[in-house]
């Protein structure tokens, strides 16, 4: 038997010659240098099961200073771990350590493409997913109870929220009271109407209660009216049309109260005459000795009982004597005309005193429908474009159309209204 070389050598991958290959002393040099840290040795091929304890495998960095110390958990059987098949070079994620990642699916639920809902969870878990029809970020319970997360830009229905304390601004256009029961009822709001730069608080009272329009016709109760302004007050009067009276609440006495000229101030004394059962209101500003405010009726005969009338001017009253609120017209006749034509009148106004040119004072001129004797019960009611004469001005009456059998007689109109000034 041959002995080993003794000739010693330092086994590394370039050495040539036997005793790189063989030779106990050289074989035990090559492993001893491996695991003494000798840097010649290199390209070692480990085909076989190597075991480090806890705590005992080191990763050095480049430079040799520093090193991460390899610790495995408390495990109580042997685990895999399985490195993913990459396409290029890739990092470790670590818990604790601030990382961008991309691509991941946490719990296979949070998925950064959109996922359909899944099924329902165990008991302790929520998943969370986005879903696939409306794009909506969801959760979804144990008992399969869907919960949508509210986004700022979508357009989505929220139900039982509480908000508490918030600042919420809504646009007009968009801010809609609707009926719980009928939601084709809603109530808009305008705010274009408010100054610029201003905002507007509405208080609302300790009761239920009902908004008042401006534009309808409702009973208000239980009102303090403080420095009002009334517009075009020709006549106070209830339901019935029994006109106003105030009375003392102890007496039972008719008194007196008083109204400010919004124009100049001066006190304007309202005084009621006449006993319980025939009250007269009367609006007379103080030391004047002159009625405001009566209902006053000037009629006009536009022919004569029985001669046939003609269309055209038939009447120019005289200068107008003082300024007047128009509240109505009324055309009358003595005989009903017949036929398919509708008997129609027209007034004009002098645009200027002295202007001798006038233009009429209706939109829809006043008629008188086939036997019958009035305008009040015409089909098409008149509409009237002037409600005010002033001083000075004249009207012109005018037959604008006759009845298609010109039977009609007696033609008269009316102007209903009131004194608005000396």
Sequence with gaps: MTSPSTNWKQATDTTSGDSSKFGAPDGLNKNNQLFNGTVDVDNVDINAPWFFRDNKQ??????????????????VADRNITLPLLTADDTFLFASFEQTISSKKIGNYLDSVQAAAPASPASNEHRFYVDSGDSFLKKKNSAGTVVVYITDSDTQTITNKTLTTPTITVNDNVFTLQDNADNTKKAVFECSGISASTTRTWTFPDASSTFVGTDVTQTLSGKTLTAPKFADLGFIADANGNELI????????????????????????????????????????????????????????????????????????????????????????????????????????EDSVNANTFTTIFTTLPTIDASEFTSTTAATAMVL???????????????????????????KVSVIGYATAS
């Design 58 to 75: 080191s990763w050095l960095n480049p430079a040799g200073t520093m090193r991460y110390l390899v610790r495995t958990s408390a495990i």
């Design 246 to 349: 105030i009375l003392d609440t102890v007496t039972n006495a008719v008194n007196e109260f008083t109204l400010a000229n919004s124009a100049t101030g001066n006190p304007v004394l309202i005084t009621l005459s006449g006993g319980d059962s025939n009250i007269d209101l009367k609006f007379v500003p103080k030391g004047s000795g002159k009625i405001y405010g009566h209902r006053e009726t000037f009629a006009y005969p536009m022919t004569d009982e029985s001669t046939l009338p003609t269309t055209g001017v038939k009447y120019v009253t005289d200068p107008w004597p003082y300024d007047f609120k128009i509240i109505d017209v009324i055309a009358g006749l003595t005989t009903a005309g017949t036929g398919a034509a509708l008997w129609r009148i027209d007034i004009l106004k």
């Design 385 to 411: 474009n002037v409600t005010t004469i002033e001083k000075g001005r004249r009207l012109q009456l005018k037959i604008d159309q006759l009845d298609t059998n010109t039977l009609a007689r007696g033609a």
